[in-house]
């Protein structure tokens, strides 16, 4: 059964220069399919947490988030 929560990933130098889609992929195969289930028919995205818009698949890291910023990976 999974369930919903936060998860902190930080990798020194690695945030800021990334796309949304690019963070997505790189957090992936450490919990889709471990911790949450797959869901092929569907994309990852992501969104600052308790807001409900999605944060544009293009944006860079850096433009949209700050170090430690919360949020949230789902499937949509």
Do not use: S
């Amino acid at each position: 059964m999974a369930a919903d929560f936060p998860v902190a990933v930080a990798v020194q130098g690695d945030y800021e220069t990334r796309l949304m889609d690019e963070l997505c992929a790189a957090v992936a195969p450490f919990v889709v399919g471990r911790f949450v289930p797959e869901h092929p028919d569907k994309t990852m995205r992501i969104r600052h947490q308790n807001r409900p818009e999605l944060i544009p698949r293009d944006a860079r890291v850096r433009d949209v988030l700050v170090p430690w910023d919360p949020v949230e990976l789902l499937f949509v």
